[in-house]
């Protein structure tokens, strides 16, 4: 608290501190934390850990809090390395060098220390419409301008390579965010737009973040943009642990890059920004990878089943490569959001007008949520 003398009296008159002025009466960014029986607002995992993981994590954790007087690995090498080993399997690409790897408090954090090292004032960062919420807050929070262009239309959203090269040509972004899939629409990227853009982005000096969040959700032959990384010293592909591994609450995200691209984000970071819990959660997790990842099999499973549910209801709806579909309302959608709730489904009302966006459960939240909306949307 500023104190100052009062013009009037001796009395002194307190100020409060003064935030800064593009933050004044801004709302936190979040969906709202509803206790309801089917969660299906924010794209997590709805198995919980099985009880071999749980113990497991039990028996990790303990392990890490008898080291807890200690400041973790800053470094977190092991945690590198099983994930280098973890992304073999899972993208079929030659094992990522340990320095080509860096993790964070969810991949969240991860952007924000990409816009900390390589955005900022003068410098814009470019993404596409409809996009995931949280980007325009990394933008804000470092001081960076945030451009947009649009994705193609409803029901595909696709994004072609020339609409990208022709953003990036108008704004020479310091930043161009693309996410395969996207969210809220489901989309995945063609390799061809992500060589285009990384090109682009070259040619002065950009970065390319290619958000893969739901990666793991993507359908079979739809490649990874990990592949392109040997070609491109530009791009940076991002991952999390909080969907494909059902750990959303443990806040574990990580991107591969270039080396340098690590070492400019190592600049930015909090020392010791990855505690000895989390580094302990996230190698318990992954030692558990092919049983996690046959939940991902039978989510994208039941991906598909939903979706080809509501196409046959007669929604327009966007493809999905993701562990969410976006889908068009035959009524109000807020309406049909507030009705869906009132029976105990939880949804998103995100995405162009008229859309809304529902995360894939487990096979009963999927039935609640079919049954429901054919009460809360009629045709
Ligand atoms: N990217 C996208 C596209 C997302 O949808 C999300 C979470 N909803 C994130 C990044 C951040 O996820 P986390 O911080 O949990 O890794």
Redesign the pocket.
Known sequence: MGVMPSAASDAPLTIGPTVRDDLVGLEPYGAPQLDVPHPLN??ENPFPPSDALAADLGRAVEAAARGLNRYPDREFHDLRADLAKYLVVESGIPAPPEDSIWVA???????QQLFQAFGGPGRSALSFTP??S?YPEYARDTFTAWVTAARGPAPDFALDARTVTAAIAAHRPAIVLL?S????TGTALDLDVVRAAAAAQARHGGLLIV?E??GEFRRDGVPSALTLLPEHPGLVV??????AFAL?GA???YLVADPAIVDAVRIVRLPYHLSGITQAVARTALAHGTELLSQVALLRDERDALAADLAARGHDLAPSDANFILFRTFTDRQAVFERLLERGVLIRVVGPEGWLRVSVGTPDDNLAFRRALEEADPR
């Not at 991002?238 to 969907?243: A, F, L, P, Q």
């Open positions: 924010v794209n408090n969810g991949s969240n954090e991860i952007m996009h995931y949280m996410t899939p996207n969210n809220p958000d969040a739901y991002t991952r999390t642990m909080s969907k959303a806040r574990i995200g």
